[in-house]
């Protein structure tokens, strides 16, 4: 999928692109144009263009899956529309940019944009300062990951000028969790989605490092870990999962490890080196910590109790082709197997993992990535919840 060059301009700050017979119907392509490349797609005999990288970590979109009016980013699912370039799904924020593309006598023609440099390759769907309206209703959104996040800039971005409380138990500003398993030793303000100046700009107040302890929907009220009680008019309860406990003895244990917060993916990276890393779980979580830390740690080991890693989520033929880059990377597998107990060495900690087999790994550190539950505790005293 090659660039065509975009040199010759024609009046009215039009630059030809290319024949438009390079561009097939229902396919997309990458074209150079003043040192910059835009991405073309023709659909249903139309021609639009957009900005040829996604704006979360920057994949060529050219090599993601086109749908019907969207892409799809290859690397982490990023999806944007093809007409307006607007994100339409996380991971990522920003929006592409769009252009206006011009066929005529059988050639493509970007017309360039005013006062935007093509470098430019993303744009915001909030900017500037929101002035709130203290008397109109009040939105309460608990949880601050990617959905409270997202919300957090639609309502903005559509308008909304009331006002709006972002409620959160862990004590960063919302981050991007995906890069937790990839890079553990990431810092929390390395991942943030926005700055804290942006937040205030938009008018939105923090409530960081406090758990709800209790949701009351007949009140519209909640209760705070501090003791505060909060009132609201609306409420977008979005805490996502937690992590599912495994039930088996030793779980407990200095050097059992679970992937939810910047803390537990720093206290993996910090204590995996030179050690043996047992991982439970052959799903997202489990093998890309294991890819992350091979090379580092002494020995990684899978367990899993399907006979393919993946098998629930991409199926078995999928898991196995991915299963065997992992097993040429380094890592092991104990494949349709699960953990009976996690045992103690003398003076504390993890000593090794029994299977419920009978055999035995040595185990200076687990990670367990077993899936999650979701996480909706404070709605425990709501009758017939």
Known sequence: ???????????????????????????????????????????????????????????????????DGFITCPWHGACFSTETG????????????????????????????????????????????????????????????????????TFRAEGYKGKVTLVSAEKHLPYDRPKLSKKLDSKPEEM????????????????????????????????????????YDKLLYCTGGMPRRLGVAGEELEGVHYLRTPEDANAIAENAEGKNLVVVGGSFIGMEVSAALVKNAGSVTVIDRNSTSFQSSLGPQVGAILQQIHRDNGVNFEMNSEVESIEEKEGGGVASVKLKSGKVLP????????????STQPFQAVQDF
């Open 86 to 153: 607007d994100i339409e799904d996380f991971p990522g924020c920003s929006s592409l940019m769009s252009y206006k593309i011009i066929e005529e006598g059988g050639n493509l023609y970007l017309e360039l944009p005013k006062d935007i440099n093509l470098s430019t390759t993303k744009r915001e769907r909030f900017l500037g300062a929101r002035k709130v309206e203290k008397e109109s209703e009040h939105v309460v959104i608990v949880g601050g990951g990617a959905a409270g996040h997202t919300a957090i800039e």
């Open 1 to 67: 999928m090659g660039g065509v060059c975009g040199t010759d301009g024609q009046d009215g700050g039009q630059i030809l692109l290319g024949a438009s017979d390079q561009l097939q119907d229902g396919t997309m392509k990458e074209f150079s144009v003043q040192d910059n490349k835009i991405l073309l797609i023709r659909q249903h005999g139309k021609v639009r263009g957009v900005s040829n990288k996604c704006t979360h970590y920057g994949a060529p979109l050219v090599k993601g899956a086109l749908g």
């Open 192 to 231: 943030y989605l926005r700055s804290r100046d942006w937040y205030e700009e938009a008018g939105i107040e923090l409530k960081l490092g406090t758990p709800v302890a209790e949701v009351q929907p007949q009140d519209k009220t909640l209760k705070l870990s501090s003791g505060e009680v909060m009132t």
């Open 363 to 374: 185990a200076d550190l687990v990670l367990i990535g077993a899936g999650v539950l979701p």
